[in-house]
């Protein structure tokens, strides 16, 4: 399936799944969805990393939608390809 406009999920529930920091990481996940048929969407979302190890900074990523019903469906698939770093947990969520 594909990227799609942010106005299609305007009627259905639907939950973060990942994060992407990078763009080379966010191509990743967006070839898992895609090689699965499933459609998303993508927005800004921020998130914590560590600077130095000891120092939180805020920055801004690629946070991947999907439909609620297919979240576990697509946080699976994406363990399986060893994204593992921008994983949102299911109770983390929108």
């Known amino acids: 399936m594909a990227l799609l406009d942010p106005h299609a999920f305007d ?11 990078r763009r080379a990481e966010a191509q990743r996940v967006e070839d898992v969805l895609s090689a699965n048929a499933v459609d998303y969407v993508v927005d800004i979302q921020p998130f914590e990393s560590m600077l130095l190890g000891i120092f939180k900074v805020e920055r801004d990523g690629v946070g991947f939608y999907v439909v609620a019903a297919q979240a576990e469906f ?7 390809a060893g994204l593992y770093e921008g994983l949102v947990d299911a109770d983390v969520g929108n």
């Open 11 to 21: 009627d259905k529930d639907i939950d973060c799944v990942y994060v992407a920091a």
């Open 74 to 80: 697509c946080r699976q698939r994406l363990r399986d």
